[in-house]
């Protein structure tokens, strides 16, 4: 039997070892191998009771030199009484980590026969201190996941307000849950019309062509705690029987945490880790429900600044058509007024003054020309920057707009009349088709270098009804057409009329 005294510097060297790292898989390493140095074993193991918890499998040491272990011998027969620790070929030690058993020491293979009872003394008291040690290194894990979480969900927060788009918001809080944690992919879903949910965003370290889009159809055993803004935890995404679209199998421990901020239900942030992967402590679920808690009010945060920013667009766009129309418009007209007051007291005298009354006479059909584009700039102003376009005046530019990219100039819009308050369908859908033809036609016209769309309401029709008439001209060719009743203008250049009445 060995003396106590020599062997407690080894005891006191491998307490002070335990503690050495906080890392948590390092100080279980250190315990198992100042266990099986301080008894001279030739393995040691820790048998964690629930692994799960910090994500670990159990703890061994390298076999260390020795002679070989001798074979396993026959179970005695039962007894009533229980061996004694120096009998037994193996030494089981539990650890206790705030009253609860961490785990099981365990150590065999000892060099110089059975274990003694100074060996169990020993490793108890070194239980004692790798307990303590435990308890440290889980609380400094913690507090590095809740660090990095935290950091995490600032910067998403940060990109988010920073004027992503909408798709953009939900990759970057996709990507950011990902990487933190350590999963395989981070997948957004939202509610679908038809009651179930689809995958709109997916972070994959592959391609993820076949996961975007797949759906949960309504019916799913964990569609309704999704919708109901519940969190589930599934251990292995593969066998689970809840799980029921086809990419799946691909998956194993999973969470899906409700994207909810303010009692609104924005969807579902998934995190599937690969098949076989290590499960998800309860200390990742707490920290990844409450990134999820902040990614929603953030993403909730974005789109009101974004809604704000659209609507100081709006609110300027109003006061540039407000200025264009008190300010400018009004002094062209009147510096109109001026030219024509002017160009009749000019009319009747000799030449010079006639090449004079011709100049004011183009001068005035400028400004009225200049005065039109103004008001057509104005109510181009008025028009949503990013929507689709719901007025008739609104489709007209936007298809002159879109003819401008292939002519390679912007053809000149004239709009006479309440356009707007006279057209409905199915008129101004046909005037709208009759439009784009001629735009189509003048675009492959050689040598246009000017295009004017006059649309008028104020002309009547030959029988005198109410009727709308618009006009295209190009400076590409001489060719004059008409549609239902409508007259051609003439002069260098082609003119198409379409008439119809209101």
């Known amino acids: 039997m060995h003396d106590p005294v020599p062997r ?3 005891l006191l060297e491998a307490v002070l070892s335990v503690g050495t790292d906080l890392e948590l898989r390092a100080t279980l390493q250190h315990i198992v191998d100042a266990a099986a140095e301080l008894t001279e074993a030739r393995y040691a193991a820790l048998d964690m009771t629930d692994p799960g918890r910090d994500g670990l499998t159990g703890i061994r040491t390298a076999e260390r030199p020795g002679p070989p272990q001798p074979p396993e011998q026959p179970e005695p027969p039962e007894s009533t009484e229980s ?21 099981d020491l365990r150590l065999a293979g000892k060099r110089d026969g059975p274990f003694t009872d100074e060996d169990e003394q020993l490793v108890r008291v070194l239980a004692t201190q790798a307990g ?31 004027g992503e788009s909408a798709a953009d918001a939900l990759m970057t809080v996709a990507e950011r849950a990902r990487r933190l944690a350590e999963a395989s992919a981070g997948v957004i879903l939202q509610p679908t019309e038809g009651g179930g949910m689809e995958i ?26 999704l919708l109901g803004g519940e969190p589930v935890f599934i251990d292995d995404s593969a066998t689970d029987p809840r799980m029921t679209t086809h990419v799946r199998h691909r998956f194993g421990p999973n969470m899906m945490l409700p994207l909810q901020a303010g009692g609104r239900l924005l969807g579902t942030l998934a995190l599937p880790r690969r098949r076989g992967g290590r499960p998800y402590t309860a200390v990742e679920r707490l920290l990844a429900t409450q990134f999820a808690s902040q990614a929603a009010l953030a993403l909730v945060h974005a789109e009101a600044q974004h809604s704000r920013e659209r609507l100081a667009v709006y609110e300027d766009r109003d006061r540039i058509a407000r200025d264009l129309h008190d300010l400018v418009v009004q002094r062209l007209f009147a510096t109109g007024m001026m030219l024509e007051s002017t160009q009749r007291r000019s009319a009747g005298t000799g030449d010079t003054d006639k090449d004079v009354h011709a100049m004011l006479g183009r001068a005035v059909d400028e400004l009225q020309s200049t005065v039109q584009e103004v008001r057509t700039a104005i109510f181009a102003l008025q028009q949503p920057p990013a ?3 719901t007025t008739f005046r609104g489709k007209v530019l936007r298809e002159a707009a879109g003819a401008g990219v292939v002519l390679g100039f912007q053809p000149s819009t004239r709009f006479t009349g309440a356009v707007d308050n006279h057209l409905a369908e199915p008129v101004a859908g046909r005037l709208l ?8 036609a003048a675009s492959r016209r ?23 008439r618009l006009t295209v001209f190009d400076d590409g060719g001489a060719e004059n057409s008409h549609a239902e009743g409508g007259s051609s203008e003439g002069g260098a250049g082609t003119t198409v009329t379409w008439q119809s009445p209101l």
Do not use: C, M
């Open 8 to 10: 407690l510097p080894s």
């Open 83 to 103: 061996p004694k620790p120096s009998e037994s070929p193996e030494l089981v030690v539990p650890i206790h980590v705030d009253d609860e058993v961490f785990g």
């Open 132 to 162: 303590i040690a435990i308890g440290n290194s889980r609380l400094y894990e913690t507090a590095r996941q809740r660090e990095r979480w935290i950091e995490g969900a600032a910067a998403v927060t940060t990109a988010l307000l920073s």
């Open 200 to 225: 709109v965003t997916a972070s994959t370290l592959d391609d993820p062509g076949d996961i975007v889009g797949v759906v949960i159809e309504p019916g799913s055993p964990v569609l309704e705690q």
């Open 387 to 389: 929507d689709a376009p």
């Open 433 to 440: 088709t009759a439009l784009r033809r001629a735009l189509a």
């Open 446 to 468: 050689a040598g246009v270098s000017r295009v004017e769309i006059t649309v008028d309401v104020t002309a009547p029709l030959p029988d005198g009804r109410p009727g709308v």
